[in-house]
């Protein structure tokens, strides 16, 4: 749910061998357990066939500071993942009579920009042209208080429009907090009974379910950011992301649900197909995430400490999900490594360089750069030994020094090469190098 910085899903296109029933478990535990030694994972990982589960491992901490390690039990909040699940509720509501996608929302939210324009369809696809919240400078300063319907609707209307209803698509998590409400407003239920009601109790979800404050005593993680150790992240209010990005799960739960929703258990096979048909690059709750020559489907989820994804691969029955509580590595390397694990492909257990600073080293590379490439100040900061930059409108992150004036930060595999006598830094990331300037006029 939550906005960050330089994000990318891209996996492979080429050719891929067959799946074998058997996968390297050890080289597996390796990998995981190589990534909780260097601080770089906290969460959990389950892949299936034919709904037989193939490999799970937990690794790091439920709750950093009660010492509750990971487990297969361990709940974590799974941020925009959500969106599938309320798409789900959208199509039962459709099969049932009670909703159409051609239907404008024009009578549930008269306020909202061109809601006369905007249909279900329209949101569903992210084609509404409604800005997303959570993209707005303020939302960090009140997302962890409650509010009701009738604050978040003010608010979203507020924000206007982006563009003329189906010109084109950009995400807003908008559209499925909107969805909420009309799926609420249909049933007169909350959300969270619905989600209980029509799919996670048929299904046999019982790890599933609309959050509330995290209760470890529940089996709940609490979700970190990473620095120089694991800090606790502030908690979004879970009165504000709904169907957008406020579910519980585990991914067990989740690759049963992809399992039964691909197979026509959740939804009829007719909406499915809707559910699949990508236009600029959306689905309708899902993308189209494909690994070397195979098609999948799924969704990737993000609120404050927590990272997920679950991806589903029809024509082979594979089903993979992941769930993190603190990462500070690339999520999308993570689901390559055991995918190419249950498809017999070769991958790396990364190897992890460090190199020792002391808080003064870092003096000099603390400023704000621009750059005439892009439009973009980087700020970088400091926090005892560790580097931190923050991008324009950004979450700020850690960087990890791996060498004399080089650091990086793996979740988006950035690279920052700094050089204090020239007062530059150049960075890099998915092959473009642009180079930044220390602004001497403007600094902290």
């Known amino acids: 749910m939550k906005k960050q910085l330089f994000t990318l899903l891209l996996l492979i296109f080429t050719s891929v061998g067959g799946f074998s029933q058997s996968i390297d478990e050890a080289k597996l535990d390796s990998y995981f357990d190589t990534l909780e ?24 901490f439920a709750d950093v500071e009660q010492g509750i390690k990971a487990s297969v039990q361990s709940k974590y909040r799974i941020g925009s993942i959500s969106k599938t699940f309320t798409t789900a509720l959208v199509f039962k509501a459709i099969e049932e009579g009670k909703l159409a996608l051609n239907q404008s929302i024009d009578k549930y939210f008269p306020t909202v920009a061109n809601a006369n324009k905007i249909t ?6 992210h084609r509404s042209g409604i800005p997303n919240f959570t993209n707005d400078k303020s939302y960090m300063d009140w997302n962890t208080q409650p509010k009701t319907e009738q604050e978040m609707v003010a608010f979203i209307s507020k924000l206007g429009s982006d563009f003329e209803p189906d010109t084109k698509a950009s995400y807003s998590n908008s559209n499925f907090v909107l969805l909420t409400y009309i799926l609420e407003k249909t049933y007169k239920k909350q959300y969270s009974k619905l989600i209980e009601e029509k799919i996670t109790k048929p299904a046999d979800l ?4 609309y959050g509330s404050k995290i209760d470890t005593k529940k089996n709940e993680c609490k979700s970190y950011k990473y620095t120089d150790n694991w800090k606790i992240e502030l908690e979004t209010d879970m009165s504000i992301p709904l169907g957008a990005g406020g579910i519980v799960s585990t991914p067990r739960d989740l690759i049963k649900f992809g399992d039964l929703l691909f197979n026509g258990k959740i939804i009829s096979e007719n909406s499915l197909k809707q559910m699949e048909t990508i236009r600029d690059n959306f689905g309708m709750g899902l993308f189209h995430i494909p690994f070397y020559d195979k098609k999948g489907f799924g969704h990737t989820g993000g609120i404050d400490g927590f990272n997920s994804m679950f991806v589903s691969f029809p ?23 055991v995918l190419s694990a249950v498809y017999q492909k070769p991958f790396e257990i990364p190897e992890f360089k460090t190199f020792d600073m002391k808080t003064e080293d870092l003096d000099k590379y603390v400023g704000i750069y621009s750059s005439k490439q892009i439009s973009l100040k980087i700020t970088i900061s400091k926090d005892n030994k560790v580097l931190i930059a923050q991008a324009t409108g ?7 020094a791996t060498e004399k004036d080089k650091f990086k930060f793996d979740m988006a595999k950035i690279v920052m090469e700094f050089n204090p006598e020239e007062k530059t830094m150049i960075l890099k990331q998915g092959g473009g190098e642009f180079l930044f300037t220390k602004d001497e006029k403007n600094q902290e």
């Open 315 to 337: 024509g082979d029955s594979i089903a993979f999900a992941y769930a993190s509580n603190g990462t500070n590595y690339n999520g999308n390397d993570i689901a390559i490594a």
């Open 206 to 209: 019982k790890d599933t379910y």
């Open 394 to 400: 950004q979450p700020s992150f850690p960087l990890e």
């Open 37 to 60: 030694k260097n601080n770089k994972f906290m969460g959990s990982v389950a892949v299936s066939k034919n709904g037989t589960l193939l490999y799970s491992k937990s690794v790091g």
């Open 120 to 125: 279900i369809t329209h949101l569903l696809y």
